[in-house]
């Protein structure tokens, strides 16, 4: 299939979606509207709300907020999940000690930590933040981790035999595997940044594109919800894109493009 | 037999391997013995390959000599001193992939001098000029993941060979690689190695290649606990075309007394592993 055929296909399933909720949303079939717009809404009231957010300006503000606190919580956690992994990757007994805590905190659904998070840390950006690092980190430590531990027997007794010291083998050896290792993990810890910020958003905050959307819930403004909703997927698509651009530019060395999402 | 005793006293010994015994404890906790009792010496400057049947720890023995592995019994000396840890003055050829797949062919070979404390642009120049004496002057910029088998193999060689190591072990390096381009690297072997004269053990399980390129051809007996059961010196005049001198009589009637010695012990390790091995 051509690439143009491809895109056809792709647009026409979007057509024919939007298409049929907006007419089982106005017109009635047999007396009745089978989609009640007070429930579903409509595509164009949809539409016609992001175009006001975005011509007065207002959407910028929670747009900002939302990718601050993304970015906030992927820096830190990577940081965090990096050297930790490392650390741990490097000292098997620390490991070892620490080895049930880490599986059981991983465990916890972290939605439960947010009302912690909101108490510790009030209601701005940084509740939200923690909440997105308690995700993040735990994707990146695993990695980092599973990076040191899989080095290669063979580069390793090489790296050896070329003469490296132990600080040597750190750099060029276990370093850049377990960079390899983490970048491969890029999509999902940057999904769950944002995540992160959305859930701590939705459950508590003044601002923010999960706040947008939580706001219009309460307000039975299924509009609203929608075209929050449809926000927020083209704002992860963009950092989506933004993120395998990156990875194509760090990972050149590597034989094939690693899509580990999810 | 005679004759490579005499070599050895000749030469100072690069490699002396004395009644070396090679044990690894299992999973189960029994011991498993690779090698027992193995003498081997190799003089400086002398090509000595090691031919075995699969299995019977041809590299484990080359191990030894690099440090990579403690004997449970015996001595590893290294131009007469015992070594201890690893043997800094050897080079090692591996026989799975061993390059950094993260960096450049150029980074690759030149990393052995960096961290040797040799200022980057230095050892980046030095890198370049054994890339070309490869025959890869102009792949300095591909990762090895973008090259073939028998390049990243030349590869491997320069990063050895730049750091003018005084011994050069070698473990199958040419086995993963076709027929044709394992000639053509064992004719750039010599041809490098004739330039600087190093004390090489050389492991195979082909004994074609072993006389092909060696001065002596040491044999190794069927695992558990393999011995040294045979060692000849190969008489045939240098400088070898790697091919052609297959095609030599002395080359036959070598390889006829050789693999009668070799023949039971290949099927004997072919028995005990139940020819999966």
Not at chain 1, 204 to 213: C, V
Request: charged content about 15%; proline content about 4%.
């Amino acid at each position: 299939m051509s690439r143009l055929t491809l895109l056809a296909l792709q647009i026409l399933v979007a057509v024919v979606v939007i298409g049929l909720w907006q007419l089982l949303t106005s017109v009635p079939i047999f007396g009745t509207v089978l989609l009640p717009p007070f429930f579903f809404s409509r595509p164009a009231d949809v539409g016609a709300r992001i175009v006001k957010w975005f011509a007065d300006g207002s959407i910028w503000i929670h747009l900002w907020i939302t990718l601050t606190e993304s970015v906030l919580a992927f820096v830190i956690g990577s940081l965090g999940g990096a050297l930790v992994g490392f650390w741990f990757a490097r000292k098997p007994l620390i490991a070892a000690v620490f080895d049930p805590y880490v599986k059981m905190i991983n465990a916890l659904p972290r939605v439960v930590l947010a009302p912690i998070f909101a108490l510790w840390l009030g209601l701005g950006i940084w509740s939200k933040v923690a909440l997105g690092i308690t995700l993040v980190f735990f994707v990146v430590f695993f990695n980092v981790y599973q990076g040191v531990k899989e080095v290669s027997p063979t580069v390793l007794a090489n790296a050896r035999m070329l003469g490296m010291s132990e600080r040597q083998l750190m750099r060029h050896v276990y370093w850049p595997s377990a960079l390899s290792w983490m970048f491969s993990s890029l999509h999902t810890s940057v999904g769950f940044a944002v995540v992160g910020a959305v859930v701590g958003e939705y459950l508590g905050s003044a601002a923010g594109l999960g706040y947008l959307i939580q706001q219009a819930e309460g307000v039975f403004d299924v509009a609203g919800v929608f075209a929050g909703m449809t926000v927020l997927a083209a704002f992860v698509i963009v950092i989506d894109v933004l993120v395998s651009v990156v990875e194509r530019r760090l990972l050149v060395w590597r034989p094939v493009a690693h899509d580990a999402r999810g | 037999m005679q004759q490579a005793a005499a070599r050895e006293s000749a030469a100072p010994r690069a490699v002396h391997l004395d009644d070396l015994t090679i044990a690894f404890r299992l999973a189960d906790r029994s011991t498993f013995t690779a090698v027992r009792d193995a003498s081997l010496s190799v003089a400086d400057g002398e090509f000595v390959a090691i031919v075995g049947p699969t299995g019977c720890g041809k590299s484990t023995l080359l191990n030894a000599a690099a440090g990579l592995l403690t004997p449970a019994a015996g001595t590893v000396e290294i131009f007469g001193q015992p070594l201890a840890g690893l043997n800094r003055t050897a080079g090692y050829l591996f026989q799975a992939d061993a390059l950094f797949p993260w960096k450049t062919s150029l980074e690759n070979v030149a990393i052995g001098l960096e961290v040797a404390g040799t200022p980057k642009a230095e050892a980046r120049a030095e890198a370049a000029r054994w890339l070309s004496r490869v025959g890869l002057g102009t792949f300095g910029d591909r990762y090895p993941h973008m090259l073939s088998g028998g390049q990243r193999k030349r590869i491997g060689l320069a990063q050895v060979l730049i750091r003018h190591p005084k011994i050069l072990l070698m473990d199958e390096p040419f086995g993963p690689l076709d027929a044709q381009t394992r000639q053509i690297m064992g004719n750039l072997l010599l041809e490098l190695w004739s330039a600087d004269r190093k004390g090489v053990m050389f492991v195979t399980h082909d004994l074609e290649e072993a006389i092909a390129l060696a001065d002596r051809v040491v044999i190794m007996s069927a695992g558990p606990a393999a011995r040294i059961i045979g060692d000849w010196t190969i008489p045939l005049a240098r400088p070898r075309e790697v091919a052609e001198i297959k095609l030599d009589k002395a080359f036959h009637d070598l390889h006829r007394e050789i693999w009668a010695v070799l023949r039971d012990e290949v099927m004997k390790g072919y028995a005990q592993t139940g020819g999966l091995g």
